[in-house]
């Protein structure tokens, strides 16, 4: 169950409904679970190649040399931040190789023991099997743009890895499956078989069925949430099973009966504390170093070099390895004792601190409890500074760490919920200044600033931003708006240009541009911003759920150019499809307001018989409407129309007063537009005006209602 993987889909499916439902209570249990089973799983693999002589010179290159080139990869990351997202992506993309390359050393271990020695063609269809799934998984990590800052992607496109994708798959099933099979025919007995099918079934659940339901549904999960994260847990649960079997047989093949899992599961759990916290508490305090960064960047180092020491400490050609773990008999090569080789380097320390004596017993457990004391402290602070709810847990976490960009990110949006401005601003702005590199740290403060109406001081911040990531396309549309705020509308264009060059997919930013190009007079260069729209909500709905109303508008500007373009029988299908869904959606004043342009386009062409049409059906719409303003206009439009048509002019001013009537509340530029016409209106009927102003109502009625067999041109 727990070293073949057999529990993999009822915790699999535990962790994602969990972190569906209970997001920040399975956070926690996850770093909790890390203390326990992760970072255990790492010293087991120090503890194997260090704890005696004969390890340590056997694997020099990997315990010194590639340690100390590690070690000078953690201090140049630390100088040089734009590193970190190249070493961190390295250790993403290189787990899931590290998890199944045990998989497949399990498996093919459990296939000795059980006597089925497998041939090379069955082992080389596994292999490839096995290769495959991860192909399959990298795929998935490497295509689209990256949504986290700490991981570059290749982003290929999805329709390119999707076949390449599938084909993993198959190889996966076809080349395993034929090799289980051949393993089967010559198993005695199903019991042989159970370790091998589970070990496949775990790569398969893994791997190929994460995959499989991202691609066959919208589901989607991060990319460090599920390699560092559940799979994390059960590839290191997996580790310990056999890392303690083998230790406790080399124990006993050396003659050591006091040999205890507890003692040897005690020295993991402290020597894994002793691997990741210490590190980048002192480097962020003493040096005022990003704590997140930093521990980003010593997970990214200890898990490199587990992956390289592992891949050499764990060989089934090894003879002492195959002794252990394949065969049945407790003899094995001996190893040398350790203190068989005195000398005076810097093993002695070392070999002393790992003997019998009395002192080196009490400094071993005292650094055993500062170090779980250190952990506790970690977990501590870790629970205190997720919990957003409450300030004063944030403030104690701070206390403990202040320099930590992540836990100053909380603490902005606890001030934001509190409507505390300046304060967010002023965690904000540390938080940038300890990860400058952070760019969702970047927005959030630019946000905060355009918030607080420092206009000028986010103007700059996206300017910096923009210099660093010239293909940030948040920063792009932002920007954009900023500038068109600030009068730069040459700028706001060359924005929102570059946002859709970078990603065609962003609907705001084809919508903005549209508009700014409406402005200036550029309408068919605006429709075709419009139309990317409109294809955007229709290949992908569920992304624009909500959005109608925008639809709507782009629908009538499409139909707007297109009249201006006289193309009448594209502009008419699109009002006539604007109409259609406003009725549908129930959207009154777009509805109302498709009926106007289309009423318009056809009296600019000679068509007022279907014009009366269109706007007494649109005046019919606005008597239910809450929109005075946008009810106002229509009456006015229509006002005019009769004029222009030589309908009575006791109708025109009905309409241009009941418009006014409209705006009395609604002081401006439309309110000054009307009370004009009607003042004009007004003064060319003289005396009946005032009959009009007593039956306002019944004259308006009169107004909407004249038949269209009344426009017939003579």
Same mark, same amino acid.
């Given at each position: 169950?727990?070293g073949?993987?057999g529990? !993999? ?6 962790? #994602?409904?969990a972190?569906?439902s ?5 956070s ?8 326990v ?11 194997r190649?260090y ?9 020099? *290159? ?13 201090v ?6 734009v ?16 998890? %199944?390359?045990?998989?497949?050393g ?14 090379p063609?069955?082992?080389r ?13 990298m795929l998935?990590f ?5 949504s ?7 982003? *290929?496109?999805?329709?390119?890895a ?26 005695? +007995?199903w ?20 995959v499989?339901?991202?691609? +066959? ?9 599920y ?34 899992? %507890? ?12 691997? #990741? ?13 990003d704590f997140?960064?930093s ?12 992956f ?9 050609r090894? =003879? ?13 090569p ?6 068989? =080789? ?15 004596a009395r002192g080196?017993?009490?400094?071993r ?20 500074g997720?919990?957003? %709810? ?6 104690r ?12 990110a ?10 505390d401005?300046?304060?967010? *601003? ?10 400058p ?8 403060l ?16 996206y ?35 570059r946002?859709?060059?970078v990603?065609?997919?962003?609907g ?12 200036? +007079?550029?309408d ?5 911003h ?8 229709a290949?992908?709905p ?7 109303r925008?639809?709507l ?7 707007d ?19 259609t ?5 129930h ?7 498709a ?8 009296? !600019?062409?000679?068509r ?14 606005d008597?239910?409407?809450?929109d ?23 109708? !025109?001013f ?26 004009? %209106? ?33």
């Amino acid at each position: 169950m727990i070293g073949c993987g057999g529990w !993999s889909a009822p915790l699999l499916l535990v962790a #994602f409904v969990a972190t569906q439902s209970h997001a920040q209570q399975w956070s926690m249990a996850f770093y909790f679970l890390a203390l326990v089973f992760n970072y255990p799983h790492f010293m087991a693999t120090v503890y194997r190649a260090y704890h005696t002589r004969e390890q340590f010179e056997k694997y020099r *290159i990997f315990t010194v040399h590639i340690a100390l080139l590690l070690a000078l990869a953690g201090v140049l990351t630390h100088a040089v931040p734009v590193l970190l997202p190249w070493l961190f992506t390295l250790y993403i993309c290189w787990s899931p190789w590290h998890y %199944s390359g045990q998989n497949f050393g399990l498996l093919m271990m459990f296939a000795r023991r059980s006597g089925l020695a497998p041939e090379p063609r069955e082992r080389r269809a596994l292999y490839a099997a096995f290769i495959a799934s991860y192909v399959m998984l990298m795929l998935n990590f490497h295509t689209g743009a990256s949504s986290d800052d700490m991981i570059l992607s290749l982003n *290929i496109p999805a329709r390119w890895a999707l076949w390449p994708k599938v084909a993993c798959g198959v190889i996966f099933l076809v080349s395993g499956g034929w090799a289980l099979a051949r393993f089967a025919r010559r198993a005695k +007995g199903w019991r042989t078989m159970v370790a091998p099918a589970t070990l496949f079934a775990s790569q398969f659940m893994w791997f190929v069925v994460f995959v499989g339901l991202e691609m +066959g549904s919208r589901l989607q999960v991060q990319q460090t949430r599920y390699s560092s994260g559940i799979l994390a847990v059960l590839h290191s649960t997996q580790y310990l099973w056999i890392t303690s079997y083998y230790q406790r047989r080399e124990a006993r093949s050396a003659g050591q009966s006091t040999w205890r899992f %507890s003692g040897y599961f005690a020295t993991l759990v402290a020597g894994g504390i002793a691997l #990741f916290i210490p590190g980048p508490w002192i480097v962020s305090r003493l040096l005022h170093v990003d704590f997140a960064a930093s521990f980003l960047t010593f997970t990214s180092l200890v898990n490199i070099h587990h992956f390289i020491l592992d891949g050499a400490v764990w060989k089934l050609r090894d =003879s002492r390895v195959a002794a252990l773990l394949i065969d049945t008999g407790e003899k094995a090569p001996a190893a040398a004792p350790a203190s068989a =080789s005195p000398g005076r380097s810097m093993l002695d320390a070392a070999r002393w601190l790992a003997g019998e004596a009395r002192g080196a017993h009490a400094v071993r457990v005292a650094a055993a409890l500062l170090l779980c004391a250190w952990g506790l402290m970690d977990q501590a602070r870790y629970y205190w500074g997720s919990v957003e %709810s409450k300030p004063a847990s944030l403030e104690r976490a701070a206390k403990l760490n202040p320099y930590d960009s992540l836990l100053l990110a909380r603490i902005a949006r606890a001030d934001q919920r509190a409507g505390d401005s300046p304060d967010a *601003i002023s965690a904000l702005i540390r938080a940038v200044q300890l990860s400058p590199r952070n760019r969702s740290l970047r927005h959030s403060l630019a946000h905060a600033l355009l918030s607080a109406g420092r206009y000028a001081e986010a103007d700059r911040l996206y300017r910096d931003l923009l210099a660093g990531f010239p293909n940030d396309v948040d920063a792009l549309i932002n920007d954009g708006l900023l500038a068109q705020r600030m009068g730069r509308g040459e700028e706001a264009v060359d924005d929102w240009r570059r946002a859709v060059e970078v990603d065609p997919s962003q609907g705001n930013a084809q919508l903005y541009l549209g508009d700014a190009l409406a402005a200036r +007079g550029e309408d068919q260069a605006a429709a075709r911003h419009y139309r990317a729209y409109l294809q955007l909500v229709a290949d992908h709905p569920e992304k624009h759920a909500g959005e109608s109303r925008l639809q709507l508008a782009a629908l009538i500007k499409i139909a707007d150019a297109d009249a201006r373009a006289r193309h009448d029988a594209d502009a008419a299908m699109g009002y006539d499809a604007a109409i259609t869904l406003g009725d549908k959606d129930h959207d009154t004043m777009m509805e109302s307001l498709a009926l106007i342009h289309h009423a318009e386009m056809d009296d !600019s062409r000679g068509r007022p018989q279907a014009a009366a049409g269109l706007f007494q059906r649109a005046l019919a719409l606005d008597a239910g409407l809450s929109d005075a303003k946008a009810a106002a206009a229509d009456w006015a439009e229509y006002g005019q129309f009769l004029r222009r048509r030589g309908q009575p002019e006791r109708f !025109s001013f009905a309409c241009f007063l009941h418009a006014e009537e409209l705006l009395h509340n609604t002081p401006g530029g439309e309110q000054e537009t009307v009370v004009k016409l009607r003042a004009a %209106s007004e003064a060319q009927l003289g005396r009946e005006a005032a009959t009009v102003r007593k039956s306002l109502e019944a004259v308006l009625k009169e107004a909407a209602g004249v038949p269209p067999s009344a426009f017939a041109r003579p």
